[in-house]
């Protein structure tokens, strides 16, 4: 695992062994405060652990100011070309700054965005687009390669030092897996500050969720990345969602259910599609790590059901429950999704009462 400084995004640790963060952004019209809250709010309940929010003009300052105010879960502004926009931000309380540094123009400008997260004490993270790399460095590389990506992040990194300013996070994101990985990997051992990892413009809700599942999660697994963000062409509560199940599928972090449902084949006994679905939605608020399992037979799906933490395992109208591995009772098919959500509640209960007594 690769070890970064720590930095601070509100009261959010990223980075120096602190837990991965999960991200996102808001899709609403940053002006709409109500409308952009509302969508804070929802992402917040779904693990969304720091939210940016676009400011592309001083008209949605006021509104930025509210939803800083209200917003349950820190906020970080993203700012193009505009250094007034970021001093206001970072004056208005964001937590965090985001720039593309090359975006931002002469270096008067960059450094009075530096005086003001300087002022504010919040972080800067720089990010780094493979689409808007300086034109020297695209020459030089002949094209936007991750060796271009990492040049264009020392050079800006150096800038930032030179500045004596070291509260920064930097991400080197492009539309591609491959160039993303390579981008990171190189930079990962070059500087000591948390990066932000994920593929931009990603895709639509399935293109981006794969690529994202694997771009990201090789970094992760090979002990790269302190945050991430999916991005994906579909409402933000997925990225998030998305981007959770990246971070359990890794053993990173436990949050909620993880449900594991058998894939189905011509042994099934129930139509179990409409089973897991309910049962997933029925589980969505449970705040407690639990590995639940629903199984389509009763030949192989006891097995896979008694390794979870609760598991059902779907038989010709009849279902068997299992808790911690042990059979604990039948139940008839009509009663099979109640009875069985109504165990899986009662053992988050005793679990949490356990942990907490
Ligand atoms: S649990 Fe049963 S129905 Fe489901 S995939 Fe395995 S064998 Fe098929």
Redesign the pocket.
Known sequence: MRKSIQIRVGKVTIGGGAPIRVQSMTKTDTEDWKATLAQIKELAQAGCEIIRVAAPTKNVLPSFEKIVEKSPIPVIADIHYDWRLAVEAAKLGAAGLRINPGNIGEEWKLERVIEAAREAEIPIRIGVNSGSLPKEILEKHGKASAEAMVETALQHIKFFEKRGFRNIKVSLKASDVSRTVQAYRKIAPLIPYPLHVGITEAGTFLTGTVKSSIGIGILLAEGIGDTIRVSLAAPPIYEVKVGWEILKALGLRRRGVELIA????????VD?LPIVDVIERRLEGLDIPLKVAV???????PG?AKEADIGL?CGRGVGIIFEKGKLVERVEEGEMVEKFVKRVFSLARRLKNEKNP
């Open positions: 058998c894939p189905t084949c011509g042994r099934l006994e179990l199984m389509g037979c009763v030949v192989n799906g896979e395992a």
